[in-house]
């Protein structure tokens, strides 16, 4: 059971009631007092109860959601798919957003705890190393990742697989003929899904006896502001893409919202997609099908991920009588095929050089 506020009372020598104002109105207890409480409150790691409800069951009936940002509407999709599945069960639903911070992730959640929910639901920037995720195992608080693919198999995620799909992503573009292909991402460090995504990019290369290109990192993690032209790392894209012969034939994004950026600023200085280089993405967000040209993209089904997320946290939260036991999922990928991409011909002429034609 997690400590009360008795024990709180108890621990720092006052009454429950000047407990409770340090909670409520802080400045209507003395510094020395509060001191004491505090101490008290970190010896014990008690959570105050911020929506005061003291239910038979012991239940709020919420659900926690952590996620990096909603201006990337693959989060919003997947926050849609909680939402209703919620509804369904009779759930309610608490969402905070990091923005690809790390340390906010641990904020975030202890946020959400304060307000006694029943679980957590999250995507982090790593799942494998992650103290937001050793903290909530330690206390036994049920929670389930999405689009995470961790390490350890005792953490229930609910995904897609990121290195098949991007493998799969960069095997069209091989079958459509290109072979000079390069990876654009965000920070390496704020995504363990570029990570996977990335090793996809080498798998689908080094299958096809093709060598890898050294990936390009932006400054920062995608928003719909500017992410490649107005950063350090665009600039330098920019300037390497503008001479034709180094260029590649392809690049192959680590989500869509980088492929429309990296769209729009090569657009800048006269470079055009799929005219001159072939963009493909990785979301399948819907934004992408209604850009000219389409985007392809490897598309993952993010409304349904939010729903078995859910729906496996509740399993999590409150085990049925039966042999079925909640388990991670990896769930089906598709690829779009968008007109921001083109075939890619390599015509030996007779001074053997490589030409390019669509």
Request: charged residues 20%; glycine residues 6%; negative net charge.
């Amino acid at each position: 059971m997690p400590p009360s506020i008795k024990q709180v009372a108890l621990q720092a020598g006052v009454s429950t009631a000047t407990v409770s104002r340090l909670l409520n109105t802080p400045s209507s207890v003395s510094r020395d007092t509060a001191d004491k409480i505090q101490q008290a409150i970190t010896q014990l790691g008690f959570r105050p109860n911020f929506n005061g409800r003291n239910l038979r069951a012991g239940r709020s009936r919420t659900i926690g959601v952590v996620v990096p940002t909603l201006s990337n509407t693959v989060f919003a999709q997947c926050l849609q798919g909680i939402e209703l599945a919620a509804r369904a069960l009779d759930y309610s639903v608490m969402f905070t957003a990091t923005e690809y911070h790390q340390e906010d992730e641990a904020a975030a959640v202890e946020l959400l705890l304060r307000h006694r929910v029943d679980g957590v639901i999250l995507t982090v920037a790593d799942a494998s190393a992650s103290p937001t995720l050793d903290v909530l195992d330690r206390e036994g608080i049920p929670y389930v990742l999405t689009y995470n693919q961790p390490q350890q198999s005792e953490r229930l995620s609910v995904s897609v697989d990121n290195r098949a799909a991007a493998h799969d992503a960069v095997a069209y573009l091989i079958a459509l003929g290109h072979r000079r292909i390069q990876m654009l991402s965000g920070h390496f460090h704020a995504s363990d899904r570029a990570i996977q995504r990335y090793h996809g990019y080498l798998d689908a290369m080094r299958a096809h006896g093709l060598t890898p290109l050294p990936p390009l990192e932006v400054m920062r993690h995608t928003t719909t502001s500017a992410v490649v032209g107005g950063t350090d790392a665009g600039v330098g894209l920019l300037q390497t893409f503008a001479d034709a012969r180094e260029r590649p034939s392809a690049l192959f994004c680590s989500n869509d919202l980088l492929a429309l950026a990296a769209m729009r600023d090569l657009r800048k200085v006269g470079i055009e997609a799929p005219r001159d280089v072939s963009v493909m993405g990785f979301d399948g967000i819907p934004l992408g099908e209604l850009m000219v040209p389409e985007l392809a993209s490897a598309v993952q089904p993010s409304e349904l991920i939010g729903d078995t997320a859910l729906r496996t946290l509740v399993a999590a939260i409150d085990p049925q009588p039966g042999p079925g036991v909640p388990a991670s999922k990896i769930l089906a990928h598709a690829i779009r095929h968008g007109a921001s991409v083109r075939t890619y011909e390599a015509i030996d002429g007779a001074n053997s050089q490589h030409v390019m034609t669509y």
